[in-house]
């Protein structure tokens, strides 16, 4: 792959990346599927690293958006912050056991069908949501009833095409809380996942299998590019969000998610993925 044309490339993942990650259509499975329309050798360790850096991009986005709410855990009492870290355990022992034969199962023949499989997951998943809180008549404060749900689905959340923001935000919902600080929950949960994620990444890259790095070549650069660009338009996609989440309308996303599901494999059909 040439210099320049590794930098659109790289740019176009990260902004898809970054547009995806927090609204509830699965940045994961988006990248799978266009990293098979862009060529992508999806059974590589490099591209893993690529994915994974494109992830800290939207950590970046995170951080500058809910900073003052991060400060915040580490005052007194700390119930957020051991909320948060409980909740984070079964995505961590999941994507440490199991990520990386995750991948190799999507990255395989039938990795187009299960992406659509999980799309419609979401879908569905999302109808229900805004289902039960259109017919909610009150919501429970943020607790342990309402926050531990969010974890062990965002252990689901691992698999590519089931959204992670959509899901957790969906659990927190259906078990009482309110959607706007269920969706909060949410994005404060991802920091510690892509945060992990990020380090064992540098690890195997930097120190247990080197060549991963050195096979980028000229894609270091667009991947960083990438990263920049994830950073950027997971800004908006967060700003986006918590508008969006106000009023609890997903109709509009299962609608999309459901034809994507439904184009993907009538793409895999003509041999297109």
């Given amino acids: 792959m040439g210099f320049w044309e590794a930098i659109w490339k790289s740019i176009l993942l990260g ?3 970054g547009l995806t990650e927090f609204l509830p259509v699965s940045s994961s499975g988006h990248l799978s599927l266009l990293q098979r329309l862009l060529g992508y050798p999806l059974d590589g360790g490099s591209m893993t690293f690529v994915n994974i850096m494109l ?5 970046i986005a995170v951080v500058v958006v809910f900073h003052k ?3 915040a ?3 007194r009492p700390f119930k957020r912050l ?7 355990v079964p995505a961590g022992l999941v994507g440490f056991l199991f990520e990386e034969k995750i991948d190799a199962v999507f990255a395989g023949k039938k990795g187009v069908l299960l992406l659509s499989v999980c799309f419609g997951l979401t879908a569905v998943l999302l109808l229900v949501c805004e289902l039960v809180s259109s017919q909610r008549k009150r919501s429970y404060p943020l607790g342990w009833r309402n926050t531990l749900p969010m974890g062990f689905i965002q252990a689901v959340a691992i698999l590519p095409g089931i959204s992670r923001s959509g899901s957790t935000i969906a659990a927190g919902t259906i078990a009482g809380a309110d959607v706007k600080d269920a969706s909060e929950f949410s994005f404060l949960m991802s920091v510690p996942v892509i945060l992990g994620s990020f380090v064992l990444g540098l690890k195997k890259a930097f120190i247990d299998e080197p060549e991963i790095v050195s096979s980028l070549g000229a894609g270091t650069v667009g991947m960083l590019l990438g990263v920049l660009a994830a950073a950027v338009t997971g800004y908006l996609s967060i700003k986006l969000m918590l508008k969006l989440v106000e009023k609890a309308n997903y109709k509009w996303f299962s609608l999309y998610l459901i034809l994507l599901a439904l184009g993907s494999l009538w793409l895999n059909f003509l041999g297109v993925l």
Avoid: A, D, K, P
């Fill in 15 to 17: 902004t898809v990346q």
């Fill in 55 to 59: 992830h800290f991009g939207t950590l």
């Fill in 69 to 71: 709410q991060l400060f």
């Fill in 73 to 75: 855990l580490f005052r």
């Fill in 82 to 88: 051991w909320m948060l870290l409980v909740c984070t």
